[in-house]
């Protein structure tokens, strides 16, 4: 049996709706020379039988009567993968046709890059588009620093380099992606393809919409991670800055200016990231977070161009301004 370039990683957990959509998505990739590890985890849907009716040699079929989580079946299927690169999609997602040339073609071309990922389309439950997706076209120096507000990487759309990967860690579902990442970060050079390669499926029946609170909790455990190796003890302020209260009051303005300026002043001293890029990133979410306080009103203005943490452009002040002037000329 020879050997495939590319091992694709598909756990399959009742996803009877949407796995022959998937598997036939990386069946008509433009490059053939792949195995797609499909794993049934204890499926009771008829999800199995759906995966068993493709004939494909390409395909290679495997299953649990237990269920692992989706991080498990993951570990399980990367441990039977045998390609020297690695292609992650979820059973209720798709790739683009040429997804797999234009990411090997980013790996061959960037040795320093272990990982690549890409936009994505969303779609719903019945396949409607939902528009663009969360991951933004960040330069490859952004994303690690990124990484410690937020996950900006779909798992869907990623391929590595079998031998920059680590084990899932299934105690940190559902977001055992983001921690993975999170990890790999502080070695492995990422990088996104700014081009859509992947639709991203949401509907009521995915994981972080039924695990919300597990989500929350496993997300806080991984910036405890990444904020231990700036030797800083976390904070709730944290975790609000990617989900902003829609009525935000002044003492949680003023907390997140201190909160950013302490974070500066922790990576000059353990200079775990680029200065400049880490300065870039903590000013940018200086300035959104402002932009979101708009409702606070003028006082904004000053608080924002007041701070060490400013560097606005010109955009930057007429995009606060547009955003505030509808409050000062009501007063």
């Not at 405890?224 to 700036?230: F, M, P």
């Not at 003492?251 to 500066?264: G, I, N, P, Y």
């Not at 979101?292 to 701070?307: E, I, T």
């Amino acid at each position: 049996m020879s050997t495939p370039l590319v091992s694709v990683i598909m756990p399959v957990h009742n996803a009877a709706p949407y796995v022959a959509d998937a598997i036939r998505s990386v069946l008509a990739q433009t490059v053939s020379d792949f195995e797609l590890i499909a794993f049934d985890d204890a499926s009771i849907d008829g999800s199995g039988e759906i995966i068993a009716r493709f004939r494909d040699a390409r395909l290679r079929s495997l299953r649990s009567d237990v269920v692992h989580n989706a991080a498990g079946a993951r570990n399980r299927a990367l441990a039977e993968a045998r390609g020297e690169f690695v292609a992650f999609l979820d059973a209720d997602d798709l790739a683009r046709t040429d997804r797999f040339a234009v990411q090997l073609g980013a790996l061959r071309s960037r040795p320093s890059v272990g990982a690549v990922g890409s936009l994505i389309e969303t779609i719903d439950a019945k396949g409607r588009s939902g528009g663009n997706g969360f991951v933004r076209a960040l330069p490859a120096e952004e994303i690690a620093p990124t990484l410690l507000f937020e996950n900006c990487l779909a798992l869907s759309s990623i391929m590595a380099r079998r031998a920059a990967l680590l084990p899932f860690r299934p105690e940190l579902a559902p977001a055992e992606d983001y921690d993975l990442w999170a990890r790999l970060a502080a070695t492995v050079g990422f990088a996104i393809i700014p081009d859509c390669l992947t639709t991203y499926r949401t509907h009521p029946g995915g994981v972080s919409s039924r695990q919300a609170e597990q989500m929350r909790t496993a997300v806080e455990q991984i910036h405890a991670s990444q904020l231990e190796r700036l030797n800083i003890e976390p904070s709730p302020i944290h975790a609000r800055l990617t989900a902003w209260p829609l009525h935000p009051k002044w003492v949680e303005l003023h907390a997140v200016e201190a909160w950013l300026r302490r974070l500066l002043e922790a990576n000059e001293r353990a200079q775990v990231y680029s200065r400049d890029v880490f300065r870039r990133i903590l000013c940018r979410r200086w300035f959104q977070t402002c932009l979101d306080s708009w409702m606070l009103g003028w006082p904004v203005w000053r608080s924002f161009h007041r701070s060490p943490l400013a560097a606005p452009s010109f955009s930057q002040s007429l995009l606060l301004f547009r955003r505030l002037a509808p409050r000062i000329f009501r007063r």
